[in-house]
């Protein structure tokens, strides 16, 4: 039985991308428009939009949930009984961590236009990753649900 996720987060890249990789295309569809026969401009105009959309519908899909007793970030997952503390860090917290006093066995999930994040400890032994590292747009909430979840998990078994 599942039960729905008390936090539940997808990191879409922002709006100003898009623009930016839209523009870039139209750039290149003039670069060809004058050099090129017109279907072979259009068609290859084409590829590249839909490379640009596959390329950032990917990058944007990853995904920060918890629920069912674990922790899903992007393809991993982890469950309630690793975890430790969870902490929100500030953007200088989060250029600290990710940087200077970065772990290089930390496990990472960043994104470059988030500029907050959390810091969950892990409490397995078996884990070389003392923490998992992840970009959010809301750290505070994220934090509040692993704690939840990390004290629910203690008194259920």
């Known amino acids: 039985m599942t039960t729905p996720a008390t936090y539940d987060e997808r990191l879409h890249v922002p709006l100003r991308w898009w623009v930016q ?36 519908l990917g990058y944007g ?6 629920a069912d007793g674990q922790l899903f970030a992007a393809r991993a997952r982890i469950e309630a009984r690793f975890l430790g503390p969870a902490e929100a860090l500030d953007p200088g917290e989060t250029v600290r961590v990710r940087g ?23 409490d397995d032994p078996d884990d070389p990753a003392p923490y998992w ?3 959010t747009r809301h750290p505070a909430e994220l934090s509040e649900a692993l704690t939840a979840l990390v004290s629910g998990s203690g008194t259920g078994g």
Do not use: E, F, N
Not at 106 to 111: E, K, N, P
């Open 133 to 135: 590292l992840l970009s």
């Open 21 to 56: 990789g839209v523009m870039l295309v139209a750039s290149l569809w003039l670069a060809m428009i004058v050099s090129l026969p017109l279907l072979l401009a259009w068609v290859l105009t084409a590829v590249a939009l839909a490379g640009l959309a596959a390329l950032l």
């Open 100 to 122: 200077v006093d970065a772990d290089a066995r930390a496990w990472l999930l960043l994104r470059p236009y988030l500029k907050r994040s959390v810091r969950v400890r892990i």
């Open 61 to 66: 899909s990853a995904r920060i949930r918890v």
